[in-house]
């Protein structure tokens, strides 16, 4: 089957990195759809940069030509803006190519436009990437809460200003301070207003409540309060009484019509929400049936971003390509594709461990045990001995650095074989759930 | 457009409630689905439940009756086990009937039969509700993350031993006695082995695998081990270490093979996932571009996991009706459904506030404040005074009760005008985002 073909709008950031996951990502793609998607033509400011980023494209100087291309089947819009975005998009629409967009103001401002072309020339306009960067929350919203009256919906969507707070919050620091140190990091732009007064949430929490309650894009009746004027004093006093201050967008459905606001909010420690730190973004979602669900992963960034752009590209492609009862196959992978691999028996894995021991309170003990576990390579993050039980037995907790399991299973034998230890010793496994941003 | 027509094998718990919400929610589904969703027969060992529960459905003794009848379109297999479901669906594919299931036990052991049959009958088998209840992590991992290479999933997907795990922590409480308290809420079966020693959690975790790493499912691959040797003492412990306990599914993809494994694991407190309790699931993935994501919400019950088999029938019937262009509406509801509800502004809203007030260190300026709250029928929930700051300036901090935004600002007003307060009063809004489990 012949490949899919993709014009990209724009290389900066999130167009740079879509071209890099379908490049670097080329052959788990295909693996997943059963057909390759070829990007055939950009459009960027820098002819230099296009040729570097996508060699093998076409490069357009005019987005104008671009949309009208013959080998262009899907149309990724990446500049930003409601300018020339606006326009191309459109036009892209009038020609009958489907649209992959990242463009939050754009759909906020001009979705219903947007929407109301699509459905008149049969095209589809996706935009995961609008919203919570890398989080499939859009594909929630629309399709996995689709049995559901949605009753509200309430989200951390502007890294930078979570980043922010949460930094004002772990440091006391204030809020002028914190945004010089984003800027540095490259969390902030030099003029930060659209993510610190809100209008970056607005423009989210806005398509979300039209996908939520099945009304038509209004982000005029958005309601905007940044977190520039906080004081890190309240941050800390409600800190005291049991809460977090976070930038949400909220939307609710009430009996009297439709909430759609931002702004900092207290919320209570214990929510999973209030620990949602730095610049990671998460939504939760309250429907009738299902009850809450919450979201998380990062909401900005290349590559998270460019990981919706191109999961919409791959809806698309899934659709326009025939034989719709296969549109995403059983085990996501085509079947001819789904291949097994060697499963690692149990001994093989690699992971930390929790070991207890019950030992006779004597001296040498310890040492013994820490010779036994040296001995198997296996290295001890922590070890405390825990009051004596009964005047004559000793408990030992030891957490140990990531080893492999055999290892620490012929550890926990020659311990148990000691005469001073009391067998079995517990062992449970452990895993430090790291991840990109801690 | 006329009906999708639906036969339900099983009207037990979660039967019952795939009925009750496309009852009750049947007029907000078809303004989604731009048709309706029919229940033309069920299937039950009672036929005066399937009389009671779905009385304009044709009532079915045989479960291979039903897979055959013409007026079925979509078989939602809901019997549980591997036994009858297994037939029948392994019939209704053959008569070409699309298939949605909530039965992990079934493709985690014959996942890989079903779906080559279903692929040569070209017939979907949609199975949301088999993992994680109404979590949307299936079309996570099979459209979502679709860019990515998935590395390793992590996760709490047994609400029963979530809810055994959080009370063993809270109270320090044996096992067994939480064990008890468990059956008496309803949320452990009189034979808790399957859900308390892991075999659940396996079945989930081994469809999760497949979907991530492109193999066949593989479940006597999978490592099992539950929580009923867990001593409260090792948790306690963990505890002061900075770790929580959990019962995890675990898959991770290494150069030397898949790893497949449950059991119960230590993870720092800080995670998102160690502050998942009671009957709560959450899903961990981590891939290559998007980096960590995660998705929370309820893993059983009878709505939560019908809100999954109900996403399921849409996704079935938004394929098999015409258009695939416009398979998922672009506002998630019809073009046509699209409504304008009355914005609320911010004075009608409702919320609980935070203040804080500066006011001269002299007495009857706490009681002159409580007045003005009391008199815009605004009630306290906590009001603290802290340290003078500089010998004759207070500060106080006020928690309110909910109430409609214009009341707090009449209220701050007259605070404001006081001539003991120094105005501005800082107010910042509060929510409580309670949800069904609090």
Same mark, same amino acid.
């Given at each position: 089957?012949?490949?899919?073909?993709?014009?990209?709008?724009?290389?900066?950031?999130?167009?740079?990195?879509?071209?890099?996951?379908?490049?670097?990502?080329?052959?788990?793609?295909?693996?997943?759809?059963?057909?390759?998607?070829?990007?055939?033509?950009?459009?960027?400011?820098?002819?230099?940069?296009?040729?570097?980023?996508?060699?093998?494209?076409?490069?357009?100087?005019?987005?104008?030509?671009?949309?009208?291309?013959?080998?262009?089947?899907?149309?990724?819009?990446?500049?930003?803006?409601?300018?020339?975005?606006?326009?191309?998009?459109?036009?892209?629409?009038?020609?009958?190519?489907?649209?992959?967009?990242?463009?939050?103001?754009?759909?906020?401002?001009?979705?219903?436009?947007?929407?109301?072309?699509?459905?008149?020339?049969?095209?589809?306009?996706?935009?995961?990437?609008?919203?919570?960067?890398?989080?499939?929350?859009?594909?929630?919203?629309?399709?996995?809460?689709?049995?559901?009256?949605?009753?509200?919906?309430?989200?951390?969507?502007?890294?930078?200003?979570?980043?922010?707070?949460?930094?004002?919050?772990?440091?006391?620091?204030?809020?002028?301070?914190?945004?010089?140190?984003?800027?540095?990091?490259?969390?902030?732009?030099?003029?930060?207003?659209?993510?610190?007064?809100?209008?970056?949430?607005?423009?989210?929490?806005?398509?979300?409540?039209?996908?939520?309650?099945?009304?038509?894009?209004?982000?005029?009746?958005?309601?905007?309060?940044?977190?520039?004027?906080?004081?890190?004093?309240?941050?800390?006093?409600?800190?005291?009484?049991?809460?977090?201050?976070?930038?949400?967008?909220?939307?609710?459905?009430?009996?009297?019509?439709?909430?759609?606001?931002?702004?900092?909010?207290?919320?209570?420690?214990?929510?999973?929400?209030?620990?949602?730190?730095?610049?990671?973004?998460?939504? /939760? $979602?309250? &429907?009738?049936?299902?009850?809450?669900? *919450?979201?998380?992963? !990062?909401?900005?960034? %290349?590559?998270?971003?460019? =990981?919706?752009?191109?999961?919409?590209?791959?809806?698309?492609?899934?659709?326009?390509?025939?034989?719709?009862?296969?549109?995403?196959?059983?085990?996501?992978?085509?079947?001819?594709?789904?291949?097994?691999?060697?499963?690692?028996?149990?001994?093989?894995?690699?992971?930390?461990?929790?070991? /207890? $021991?019950? &030992?006779?309170?004597?001296?040498?003990? *310890?040492?013994?045990? !820490?010779?036994?576990? %040296?001995?198997?390579?296996? =290295?001890?993050?922590?070890?405390?001995?825990?009051?004596?039980?009964?005047?004559?037995?000793?408990?030992?907790?030891?957490?140990?650095?990531?080893?492999?399991?055999?290892?620490?299973?012929?550890?926990?034998?020659?311990?148990?074989?000691?005469?001073?230890?009391?067998?079995?010793?517990?062992?449970?496994?452990?895993?430090?759930?790291?991840?990109?941003?801690?």
């Amino acid at each position: 089957m012949k490949p899919v073909n993709i014009g990209i709008l724009g290389l900066g950031t999130v167009g740079s990195g879509t071209a890099r996951v379908l490049q670097d990502n080329a052959a788990e793609i295909s693996r997943r759809l059963g057909r390759e998607v070829n990007i055939s033509a950009v459009c960027d400011s820098s002819e230099e940069k296009a040729r570097t980023v996508c060699p093998a494209a076409a490069f357009v100087k005019d987005p104008f030509e671009l949309v009208q291309r013959t080998d262009v089947d899907v149309v990724v819009e990446l500049f930003g803006g409601t300018g020339a975005a606006k326009d191309a998009v459109l036009k892209a629409i009038e020609n009958g190519k489907h649209i992959v967009t990242a463009n939050k103001k754009l759909l906020a401002e001009y979705g219903n436009e947007i929407f109301s072309l699509a459905e008149q020339k049969n095209v589809m306009v996706q935009f995961e990437a609008a919203v919570a960067g890398g989080i499939p929350i859009i594909k929630a919203l629309r399709e996995g809460l689709a049995a559901n009256h949605i009753q509200s919906i309430a989200g951390i969507i502007n890294g930078t200003s979570n980043f922010i707070l949460t930094e004002m919050r772990e440091k006391g620091s204030a809020f002028a301070e914190v945004l010089k140190k984003a800027q540095e990091l490259g969390y902030a732009e030099a003029d930060p207003t659209f993510d610190i007064e809100g209008h970056d949430a607005g423009h989210k929490i806005t398509i979300m409540s039209a996908l939520a309650f099945g009304t038509p894009v209004n982000f005029n009746a958005c309601y905007l309060e940044g977190i520039s004027k906080l004081d890190s004093r309240d941050i800390k006093y409600a800190e005291e009484l049991g809460y977090r201050v976070k930038l949400l967008g909220i939307t609710r459905k009430t009996d009297k019509g439709v909430e759609l606001r931002v702004h900092p909010t207290l919320i209570p420690e214990c929510r999973l929400l209030a620990n949602v730190n730095g610049v990671m973004n998460a939504v /939760r $979602v309250d &429907a009738d049936m299902v009850g809450e669900t *919450l979201y998380y992963g !990062a909401g900005a960034g %290349a590559l998270p971003t460019a =990981s919706a752009v191109v999961a919409d590209i791959i809806d698309i492609c899934r659709l326009i390509t025939a034989d719709p009862g296969n549109r995403v196959p059983h085990l996501a992978f085509q079947p001819s594709q789904v291949k097994a691999q060697p499963m690692l028996p149990m001994d093989e894995i690699t992971s930390s461990y929790y070991l /207890r $021991v019950q &030992a006779k309170d004597q001296p040498g003990v *310890l040492g013994q045990i !820490a010779n036994l576990l %040296a001995k198997e390579n296996v =290295s001890i993050e922590a070890l405390i001995q825990k009051g004596v039980l009964d005047g004559s037995l000793a408990e030992i907790v030891i957490l140990t650095h990531s080893t492999v399991e055999k290892n620490i299973k012929t550890a926990i034998a020659a311990i148990e074989a000691l005469d001073v230890v009391y067998a079995p010793v517990v062992m449970i496994r452990m895993e430090s759930l790291h991840g990109r941003n801690g």
